[in-house]
């Protein structure tokens, strides 16, 4: 089959499954991700992208592996992903790219949507145009007929959006990118979607007072109670959380609620750099309301890792984790049941977090991340605590002509 798409030329091969792009001056082939040795290919391209980056965190293998393996992603059960590497006409590494469908969000929006991610590629429009078609078509096939990227096939705390201001060490989980690929994905035809705002506080820096008095007020209140995470406890945490999550976020636009075993993974990524004191819940007479869920900095250790997690790894974890080198926080996520917002309930949670985090004398920064343009309470909420402008990611979209 052939298929034009602007100036480009391309021939499909379903025998080989590699797609192959001619121009004048350049071959490129493009080969789906279906064994050991493609595998190990598509792990290799962020390296060779980055190798003169010296803010780049290069990410754990097995973290993006598990992303495409059933075994370990539970989205698999309710959808589908695949992936290709892009090599030049010498054999060498350029580029790489996935596409997923999220059965689960996929209808809700007034084009069927499909989603794009783990994109990465050399300063080559042509290289890029390519990877997008690649997966432009894929989801066509399956009924797509728009095209949300770069994000996650996963929960939207990691690996979503485009980083397209502060251009600065990344966070564990979030997306990080050179500025270059910002004009691939506009020249290509995405749009903005919505704009994802992440904001920074200073950890040696008290709580405007209006803040903590709002706060300590809450605290005291009868019937207000507070916990932080417990392991042993886990499932009945779980069950609060889900509880929150779907009462505060339902009335978001293509909302779909969370369950146990999205909850279960999460947990079970979080679990190695867990710090049960940065998890609270907030309670009202025993009813779960309000929760904030913060995670040290792993990324800070991970860049002394190449990307592995053997044993020597493991150890090196353990000796940087002790030696105190996690001192930033990330905020994942918080929420309040519609009922309790405007409580000051996100006040007082931070300041349970101010209670625990400041005499320890360690940690020094906080990274609230991150925050949709569409949301403004909590955007209200970050203004009140006093946080100054961090990074902004985009998620862009693409409707298909038809």
Same mark, same amino acid.
């Given at each position: ?187 290509? $035809?995405?749009? +903005? /979607? &919505? !704009? ?5 506080? %200073?950890?040696?820096?008290? *709580?405007?007072?209006? #803040? ?122 918080? $929420?309040?049941? +519609? /009922? &309790? !917002? ?5 006040? %007082?949670?931070?300041?349970? *977090?101010?209670?625990? #985090? ?45």
């Amino acid at each position: 089959m052939v298929i034009f798409d602007k100036s480009l030329f391309f021939s499909l091969s379903h025998k080989s499954n590699f797609i192959f792009l001619a121009t004048q001056k350049l071959t490129m082939q493009i080969t789906e991700v279906k064994d050991t040795k493609t595998r190990k290919e598509f792990l290799a391209v962020a390296p060779i992208i980055y190798k003169n980056d010296p803010v780049w965190v290069q990410p754990l293998d097995n973290d993006i592996e598990s992303i495409f393996d059933p075994k370990f992603n539970n989205f698999h059960s309710f959808g589908e992903a695949t992936r290709w590497v892009l090599k030049n006409d010498q054999g060498e590494l350029i580029g790489r790219v996935a596409a997923f469908i999220n059965k689960k969000k996929a209808y809700h929006y007034e084009q069927p949507t499909g989603g794009m991610g783990f994109f990465e590629c050399i300063d080559d429009e042509k290289a890029a145009f390519l990877l997008f078609d690649t997966c432009k078509k894929w989801l066509f096939e399956r009924g797509m007929k728009a095209m949300d990227g770069p994000i996650n096939f996963g929960e939207n705390d990691a690996y979503w959006g485009l980083l397209i201001e502060g251009f600065i060490h990344p966070s564990f989980g979030m997306q990080y990118n050179p500025p270059y690929y910002q004009k691939f994905f506009e020249n290509y $035809g995405f749009s +903005q /979607a &919505y !704009q994802q705002l992440t904001n920074m506080l %200073a950890v040696k820096n008290d *709580l405007p007072k209006r #803040v903590e008095k709002i706060a300590d007020w809450v605290i005291n209140k009868p019937g207000y109670s507070f916990e932080h995470l417990s392991v042993a406890k886990f499932d009945k945490f779980a069950a609060d959380f889900e509880e929150i999550y779907n009462d505060a976020w339902c009335d978001f636009e293509n909302f779909v609620p969370i369950t146990k075993e999205i909850l279960l993974d999460s947990f079970r990524k979080m679990k190695p750099i867990m710090d049960e004191h940065l998890i609270w819940f907030a309670y009202i007479n025993g009813e779960p309301v309000s929760f904030i869920i913060c995670l040290p900095d792993a990324n800070q250790i991970i860049k002394y890792l190449g990307g592995k997690m053997n044993l020597w790894s493991k150890l090196k974890f353990v000796y940087y984790k002790w030696q105190g080198k996690m001192d930033r926080i990330r905020v994942v996520v918080m $929420g309040t049941k +519609q /009922a &309790y !917002q405007n409580h000051g309930l996100e006040s %007082a949670l931070f300041r349970k *977090l101010q209670h625990y #985090v400041m005499p320890q004398n360690h940690y020094t920064a906080v990274e609230l991340s991150w925050v949709g343009d569409f949301n403004t309470k909590m955007q209200a909420v970050h203004a009140a605590l006093g946080a100054t402008k961090g990074k902004v990611h985009a998620t862009y979209r693409i409707i298909f002509p038809d």
